[in-house]
């Protein structure tokens, strides 16, 4: 593309080098697409500015640095999702795949004094609500289980939100984090900051196999998460992952969603939702705990 570039502003004989810094930037920030048409255009761009400077009278070699992205090009025009700072309650990283790519999905679930109403914002799809409906009665079916009293299901309204707000989203692989989520919000279990997940999830419990997942773990990389909890049925598929990927993320294949709980969710002996007998079934809501941090270590981005 960079030759072609050249080519066509008549300076193919200039010594130009885009360094892998900098092609990497202009990948990452500046473009979008399945293709590589906004690419050649931003290269071209790049190029345009490279010929300002030899019809100026300057001479080459020319270096192309990730500086000089930013000045040719101007402020980053996209950007993608970055692992939590903490471990929090009711927070879990999805992940999801669009035409686009991969990306990571923060899912938000936030409880409040109420009468069991549901909320869900996000610009959700019907499979996606259905999803966080089947989560929902994997709750409340394992009440006891969980450690939570069946009654506080209807003390308490959940809202679940899935940022962000303006774009539509789709698909029952969210299933196991919009579950985990709900789950750690009752109990008050921070989730791991360093953990992602994938999976489609049934009224039972069992996680069924999703699509993309080569995609959503490169997306995981790049936010740096380091665990991707990901259905026992895609296992089959790592193996054709890239390299960096296999070495760089420990892929945990799970076949039931307790699995899940037992490695995502940090016990920091907080107290969860339960309801006071002795006062009229009145509901205790405890103070949130917002981190269990000594376990996990802290999370860093991967470079561009």
Excluded: C, W
Excluded at 27 to 40: D, K, P, S, W
Excluded at 62 to 74: Q, R, Y
Excluded at 144 to 162: C, M, Q, T, W, Y
Excluded at 171 to 192: D, L, Y
């Amino acid at each position: 593309l960079l030759q072609k570039q050249l080519e066509g502003h008549g300076i193919a004989d200039i010594d130009i080098t885009l360094e892998d810094a900098a092609l990497r930037k202009l990948i990452r920030f500046y473009t979008r697409e399945a293709g590589v048409r906004q690419l050649e255009r931003n290269i071209g761009k790049v190029v345009r500015k490279v010929a300002v400077k030899v019809a100026s009278g300057k001479k080459g070699p020319f270096v192309i640095t990730e500086a000089d992205i930013t000045e040719f090009l101007g402020p980053e025009k996209f950007h993608y999702g970055v692992a939590e700072e903490q471990d929090e309650v009711g927070v879990v990283t999805g992940l999801a795949v669009s035409g686009f790519g991969g990306d990571i999905l923060p899912i938000e679930v936030s409880l409040s004094e109420g009468g069991g109403k549901v909320t869900l914002t996000g610009s959700l799809g019907d499979v996606m609500r259905e999803s966080i409906q089947a989560a929902l009665t994997y709750a409340r079916a394992n009440a006891r289980s969980l450690g939570l009293e069946p009654a506080i299901f209807d003390k308490v309204n959940i809202h679940v939100h899935v940022p962000d707000g303006a774009t539509p989203k789709d698909g029952p692989s969210a299933g196991i984090g919009m579950a985990t989520a709900i789950i750690s919000a009752f109990t008050q279990r921070p989730v791991r900051r360093d953990v992602a997940m994938t999976g489609e999830v049934t009224l039972r419990g069992k996680v069924l196999a999703i699509g993309g997942l080569k995609s959503k773990t490169i997306a995981a990389h790049r936010a740096g998460i380091t665990t991707v909890l990901l259905p026992k049925d895609n296992a089959k598929d790592i193996p054709e992952l890239p390299d960096s990927i296999r070495q760089g993320l420990t892929l945990i294949p799970v076949s039931h969603l307790s699995e899940v709980l037992d490695i995502a969710l940090l016990d920091n002996g907080s107290t969860p939702f339960s309801v006071d007998d002795s006062s009229n079934g009145t509901l205790n809501m405890p103070v949130p705990a917002i981190s269990g941090g000594t376990a996990v270590p802290p999370v860093h981005a991967a470079k561009p």
